[in-house]
């Protein structure tokens, strides 16, 4: 088993910047991905952000690309997601998620799930 615990969401305004992270622990998985979710009302998951531990491979949807960045500290078995330029849009649950195999940006691919931060943004 795997527990992942997310922390770090919150309010800000549009345009502040907000740091989560994500602490596994348990069974890890030296070749796994770790990713990134949200999930805002009334919608489904959206893919987020992933990064590969085994070789350091990320992905990013389009729209947060040039706005987030996703790190890790596989000693700490936690990662990150640096979210600059936030945006009302940017608004809603945030979960993190582990595979034990590489980069996918489904999320049926993830066996593991968090419980979720909330990320209110502001206009």
């Known amino acids: 088993q795997v527990q992942l615990v997310e922390s770090g969401g919150g309010s800000v305004q549009a345009g502040d910047s907000l740091r989560l992270s994500c602490a596994a622990s348990?069974?890890?998985?030296?070749?796994?991905?770790m990713g990134w979710f949200r999930q805002a009302p009334g919608k489904e998951h959206e893919f987020v952000a992933c990064i590969n531990w085994g070789v350091g491979e990320s992905r990013y949807e389009d729209s947060v690309k040039d706005r987030f960045t996703i790190s890790g500290d596989k000693a700490k078995n936690t990662v990150y997601l640096q979210m600059n330029s936030l945006k009302p849009e940017d608004t809603a649950v945030y979960y993190c998620a582990v595979r034990p195999w590489g980069v996918s940006r489904y999320s049926n691919d993830y066996d593991y799930w968090g419980q979720g931060t909330q990320v209110t943004v502001s206009s």
């Open positions: 348990g069974r890890t998985f030296s070749s796994g991905t």
